[in-house]
Nanobody, 120 residues
Framework: QVQLVESGGGLVQPGGSLRLSCAAS????????MLWFRQAPGKERERVAA????????SYADSVKGRFTISRDNAKNTLYLQMNSLKPEDTAVYYC?????????????WGKGTLVTVSS
């Protein structure tokens, strides 16, 4: 089992920045590719970013490319999502998830989410 706990969400003005964290405990964090998803009210869940086990490969949704950066610290068992130039349409609950690879369509573990609200 891997327990994932997100933090760092909150209210931010358009154009602002936030950094989300996802703390992992349980099985070896570095055994898993890690991903961020988000779900806005009334919308389907969207995959935002992914990072492979070592951190050497990342991928992003077109909607966040150039604004968000995913990273991980395997020594600290922590995943991050740096979000810059935030827009109102980035408002959502953000979830971290663990998977076998960044290309897998199914996730092994999920966190409970942290709410990000972008509003003036």
């Amino acid at each position: 089992q891997v327990q994932l706990v997100e933090s760092g969400g909150g209210l931010v003005q358009p154009g602002g920045s936030l950094r989300l964290s996802c703390a992992a405990s349980g099985r070896t964090f570095s055994n898993y590719a890690m991903l961020w998803f988000r779900q806005a009210p009334g919308k389907e869940r969207e995959r935002v970013a992914a990072i492979n086990r070592s951190g050497g490969i990342t991928s992003y949704a077109d909607s966040v490319k150039g604004r968000f950066t995913i990273s991980r610290d395997n020594a600290k068992n922590t995943l991050y999502l740096q979000m810059n130039s935030l827009k109102p349409e980035d408002t959502a609950v953000y979830y971290c998830a663990a998977s076998t690879t960044i290309y897998s369509p199914s996730m092994v573990y999920w966190g409970k989410g942290t709410l990000v609200t972008v509003s003036s």
